[in-house]
């Protein structure tokens, strides 16, 4: 196995080093490509300074699925492992890709992370969806064999969140199965950063309908789940709002910003199912352009 770990990361270069020095202990013969957004915390300078790096690519967007798209392209192994800027990786995370990626083209793990309510560990998630069996995976601790990236046609660069479920139900539908590993277990010093706010109701409600639409159309199970994401949610903030945490005008905000994300998510994952017909459905992937990179630094 030829292991390429590709690592995103924007303006968080202290945690980026803790995370390559437990990379370079732990996974020596790893090839390491490191995709930094437009940072401006001197991120640059810190890993070019560093001789455990193989490849830096400097991109101009701020979007992860971009980043991990130009890490794709730059990658030269024939297993490619996503890895969070802030996750540190356990001994055991290589011989658990190695063992997982000979029984599936995905292999994925346990995430433990620190969140200002305490400690919390991913744990396996799968869903039916259309008769279609979706298992979802961490983004920031994933591996893929190189020929399940192409059928892919990496991650959908529309997406501004939920790019890694995006992925989980097209490779349910190209078949792929994903298999988890507890040995494949990374863990975080920090509390969790990045992404888009959970709180940016537009985005994440855009986003669920953009995938599910996009890769089912428009069916009576979409719809439902859909509603049933919107109403757990408006239930939740009616109770902050009898609570005192929210006022009635932020809970009305909130349902507007739902309403719309509904919408142009629905509207828009019509025009990529449209788009792309192929098993992929990515009109937003790899292959559909090749600007992403404004500078890189290649050391193999």
Avoid: Q
Avoid at 31 to 52: K, L
Avoid at 190 to 214: F, M, N, T
Avoid at 282 to 299: E, F
């Amino acid at each position: 196995m030829e292991l390429s770990v590709v690592i995103p990361t924007l303006n968080r270069r202290d945690h980026l080093a803790a995370t390559l020095d437990v990379l370079a202990a732990n996974a020596p013969d790893a090839e390491v490509v490191v995709v930094n957004g437009p940072s401006a915390d001197g991120t640059t300078g810190m890993v070019r300074d560093r001789d455990d790096v193989d490849v830096l690519v400097e991109v101009s967007d701020r979007t992860l699925n971009v980043s991990r798209n130009a890490g794709i392209h730059a990658a030269s192994g024939d297993v490619v492992a996503f890895l969070r800027h802030d996750l540190a990786i356990e001994e055991t995370w290589t011989d658990a890709i190695e063992a997982g990626i000979e029984r599936a083209p995905v292999v994925t793990g346990p995430v433990h992370e620190t969140l200002p309510a305490g400690m919390t560990t991913t744990a396996p998630e799968t869903r039916t969806i259309r008769n279609r069996e979706v298992t979802y995976f961490n983004g920031g601790n994933v591996a893929l064999r190189a020929e399940a990236l192409d059928d892919l046609d990496g991650f959908d660069e529309y997406l501004e969140t939920g790019g890694a479920r995006d992925a989980a139900h097209r490779l349910a539908g190209l078949g792929h199965d994903v298999a988890w590993e507890s040995e494949l277990c990374v863990r975080t010093e920090y509390e969790a950063d990045g992404g888009v706010d959970e709180r940016d109701h537009e985005w994440k409600y855009r986003a669920l309908a953009y995938r599910l639409v996009k890769n089912y159309g428009v069916r009576p199970t979409v719809f439902r789940r859909i509603a049933s994401h919107a109403g757990s949610d408006a239930v939740s903030a009616a109770r902050d709002v009898v609570a005192g945490d929210t006022s009635p005008t932020g809970w009305f905000g909130n349902g507007r910003d739902v309403v719309v994300g509904i919408a142009t998510g629905w509207s828009d994952g019509l025009v990529a199912r449209a788009r792309d017909r192929t098993p992929a459905r990515n009109p937003h992937g790899c292959s559909k352009r090749a600007d992403r990179a404004v500078a890189k630094y290649d050391r193999r």
